[in-house]
């Protein structure tokens, strides 16, 4: 065991991150609404849409380390970006998203400059004032996003030229969860990755990573603009599903849920975010069916008994259940 | 003034009245066992802090080499070769060894800002944090979390990662702080391997250390130099004694 054969830390380090058995179940099994509820189709995209959120958010909180109570500053400004788009004439959906994308990580990229030089309490007041002075803006310039009354006239054409936004969600639902895939197949790489890696130090111990060269503003400023692009095609795509924007995609309630959906799940996990997102979706749903006026009261509820007895999310405490060669999911 | 890797220049450093450094003024030539010793609160890491950019002096100057370096942000200094380790653990817990000295190995290589090829395929980087693991007596656990590491393992982890910043001049806060007995051999088996182009300055209390490998040693007191020798010379120095044993400790 003194010394290892050639190749053997790499080996090691592949077979880290390669896809497990439970992965590919999970994404097949994310085709199931189609057959086994498709009245719930609806809730299905904007469970993965949220899903899509929470995994922005685990990119900078879960694995960086940098808490954000604003992150529904650039979910909101790729929904109005969209929403715009489709509003004045350009209702094509790919590349309204993507123009919203390139929105978003504008945005991002600017706050993202000031956001690398402060940490903890101080980050989380940043955020927090960012969040609410843009959702502010936006309710002040009613002429341009409709203020209080949210965002009217959104007109989608066919999505790829062929299928409607019908009432059921069927396209809404694949077109969502399309996007869901591959912005987690690139949160996959990008965690996989050296860049994610050096986010894991940044987590694990900021103060030693200028002792081994690393610039950890660019770091961050990095992983905030991508994740302020996948933040904002996530509000994008409800513009573009629901056909309006209304000023609650900006607002602190839309970044605590977040928040709250990625504790859920489980931070720093990568699927943390969407299984956050199904059970807090779900568990919305049904408690608003059985107590429309209280159901956040279930959901203080919930949060309080994961955060007691899963500290590592749901997923954390799944994790310890199953066998080695599941894990890491 | 090129033997020279490492110099300070009147150096001075307050908190409120407390000066912390006063006037320090070493030069240390290239590939060069220095030794720094003192006192508790003789302002030994405080220099190391002021040296890597840690903290910012009221005065004077560093360079490293010939090149000024006293307005450098910590990083950079890391970069052009100036590194640490620290007194008290700074690792990353929940990284194995492997993955820790792959992470300074891509910062120094240029490649820790790549996020669309994964990491294995680095194989270059990866070949080399294993190779650094190999040379510290740590290959056995690569692959266990820096946390679940034993205390002297998790020293040695401290000088894996300065190693893999290449240093021309590595500074050494107390490498052997706290490690038991059993675990010394290693440790001291490490500093000892070093590269000979690699200039080190240490701080450190355990005095075989300090005569085991020390050509030359600085005494600290007060935020002061003061004296620097020989080990010979440091051990009949009467104003050294007066320090260590006139407080009546066996401190060092």
């Known amino acids: ?40 189709l609806i809730l299905a995209s904007q469970i993965a849409i949220t899903g899509l959120f929470a995994l922005s958010l685990d990119l900078i909180l879960g694995y960086a380390g940098i808490v954000s109570l604003g992150h529904a500053a650039y979910f909101g400004f790729g929904s109005y970006t969209a929403g715009l788009v489709a509003k004045w004439g350009w209702g094509e959906p790919v590349s309204g998203l993507l123009i919203a994308a390139v929105a978003a990580g504008m945005l991002g990229y600017l706050s993202s400059i000031v956001i690398a030089r402060f940490r903890h309490l101080a980050l989380i007041m940043i955020t927090l004032g960012f969040g609410v002075l843009l959702a502010e803006a936006a309710n002040s310039a009613s002429w341009l996003t409709g203020g209080a009354d949210g965002l ?63 610039d950890s503003r660019a770091h961050i400023r990095k992983v905030y603009t991508i994740a302020a692009v996948m933040a904002g095609v996530a509000g994008a795509l409800l513009a573009q599903t629901s056909e309006t ?26 699927y943390g975010g969407i299984v956050g997102a199904v059970v807090y979706m779900v568990a919305r749903d049904q408690f608003s069916g059985v107590n429309p006026q209280y159901w956040y009261f279930w959901i203080g509820i919930l949060l309080i008994g994961v955060v007691m007895f899963l500290p590592n999310g749901i997923l954390g405490g799944l994790a310890r259940l199953l066998p080695a060669a599941w894990r890491r999911a | 003034m090129s033997t020279l890797a490492l110099a300070t220049r009147g150096l001075d450093k307050s908190f409120g009245s407390l000066g912390v450094a006063r006037n320090v003024t070493l030069e240390v030539p290239r590939g060069e066992r220095y030794a720094l010793i003192g006192p508790n609160g003789a302002g030994k890491t405080t220099l190391i802090n002021l040296i890597t950019g840690m903290l910012k002096p009221d005065r004077g100057q560093i360079l490293l080499g010939a090149q000024d370096i006293t307005l450098l942000e910590p ?16 690792l990353f817990p929940h990284l194995n060894a492997l993955e820790a000295v792959t992470l300074a190995v891509c910062e120094r290589r240029g490649c820790s800002g790549r996020w669309w090829r994964t990491l294995p395929s680095y194989r270059e980087a990866i070949e080399e944090a294993h190779a650094i693991l190999v040379s510290m007596e740590l290959a056995a656990s690569s692959y266990r979390p820096t946390r679940e590491l034993a205390y ?43 590269s000979q182009d690699m200039t080190v300055l240490f701080i450190e209390h355990d005095m075989n250390l300090v005569f085991r490998f020390a050509k030359r040693i600085i ?34």
Not at chain 1, 162 to 168: I, K, Q, V, W
Not at chain 1, 245 to 270: C, H, K, N, P, W
Not at chain 2, 75 to 90: D, K, P, S
């Open chain 1, 152 to 214: 009217q006239g959104v007109r989608m054409w066919k999505l790829l030229g062929l299928f409607e936004f019908d009432l059921y969600g069927y396209a809404a639902y694949a077109y969502a969860l399309v996007v869901l895939l591959l912005a987690f197949l690139t949160a996959r790489r990008l965690i996989n990755s050296p860049f994610g890696l050096a986010l894991r130090g940044i987590r694990e111990n900021a103060l030693r990573m200028p002792a081994i060269g690393a």
């Open chain 1, 245 to 270: 924007v209304s000023l609650e995609t900006l607002s602190f309630q839309r970044s605590a849920d977040v928040l709250v959906v990625l504790i859920l799940g489980g931070a720093g996990r990568l």
């Open chain 2, 219 to 252: 005494v600290m007191v007060g935020g002061r130099i003061l004296v620097e020798g020989t080990p010979e010379e440091i051990a009949a120095d009467q104003r050294v004694r007066e320090v260590y044993l006139g407080r009546g400790t066996r401190h060092a």
């Open chain 2, 75 to 90: 990083a950079e200094r890391v970069r052009r070769g100036l590194v640490r380790t620290f007194q008290i653990n700074t």
């Open chain 2, 152 to 194: 002297g393992q998790q020293r040695l982890l401290e000088i894996a990662l300065a190693l893999a910043a290449r240093p021309s001049v590595l500074l050494l806060d107390e490498p052997a702080a706290g490690v038991p007995q059993g675990e010394s051999a290693d440790l001291f088996s490490a500093i000892e391997n070093l």
């Open chain 1, 1 to 40: 065991m003194i010394s290892a054969a050639p190749g053997e830390p790499q080996r090691f380090l592949q077979a880290q991150i390669r896809w497990r058995p439970l992965e590919i179940l999970f994404w097949l099994s994310t085709l199931l609404p189609f057959v086994l509820a498709p009245s719930y």
